[in-house]
């Protein structure tokens, strides 16, 4: 298991200047980053407009803090994104125009090539000292707010848009939030066609 601090995930400014993009992280080849099979990577999202296409991409994004987000996806307006609401699954080949509701937002976007990965991200929302449960294909976790994780080496603190990554074999994650709810957002990625 190791941990990747917000301000260590690859930041890439968006060409419209609408926002920045950081790379968690990302299983493509090497010569062609963008024929990514997966990808996880968090968006600060400074205006409104358009998302870009990935044709034979499923996506989830969910909020993690700001104003949120209002997703018209072909035409149909969606139920505002904010940070109380559950991730939101769409097609990568969708048209997508996104709105801002209020200011600037920092969002998880996780993607996964169809037919070849599938992906769940769900949001669990805990106060006090807890017990997550790891499943076999949870391949990260990502905090959005201050906690106290137990390691085998030693108890940390992670904050805002902190990331565990490579957690097999690990079955469960015992953290506290010092009286503070806080969600965690449990990424699990699957090769397509496999339990």
Request: charged share 20%; aromatic share 8%.
């Amino acid at each position: 298991m190791r941990l990747q601090r917000f301000d260590e995930h690859r930041k890439m400014p968006w060409k419209n200047g609408l926002g920045v993009t950081r790379e968690v992280a990302i299983h493509a080849p090497a010569e062609e980053p963008s024929a990514f099979l997966w990808r996880i990577s968090l968006a600060t999202v400074s205006g409104s407009g358009p998302f870009s296409a990935f044709p034979g991409i499923d996506r989830t994004i969910a909020v993690l803090r700001g104003g949120g987000l209002h997703l018209t996806v072909d035409g149909v307006a969606q139920q505002p994104l904010t940070e109380e609401a559950e991730p939101f699954s769409f097609s990568g080949d969708a048209i997508v125009h996104s709105d801002s509701i209020g200011g600037e937002t920092t969002d998880l976007n996780v993607m996964t090539r169809r037919g070849v990965f599938t992906h769940t991200v769900r949001k669990v929302t805990r106060e006090g000292e807890c017990v997550l449960s790891i499943e076999s294909g949870t391949t990260a976790v990502v905090f959005n707010g201050q906690a106290s994780v137990s390691l085998p080496d030693g108890i940390i603190a992670v904050d805002f848009g902190d990331v565990l990554l490579d957690l097999d074999p690990i079955d469960s994650l015992y953290f506290s939030t010092a009286g503070n709810a806080v969600s965690v957002f449990l990424v699990d990625l699957r090769e397509a066609g496999k339990c």
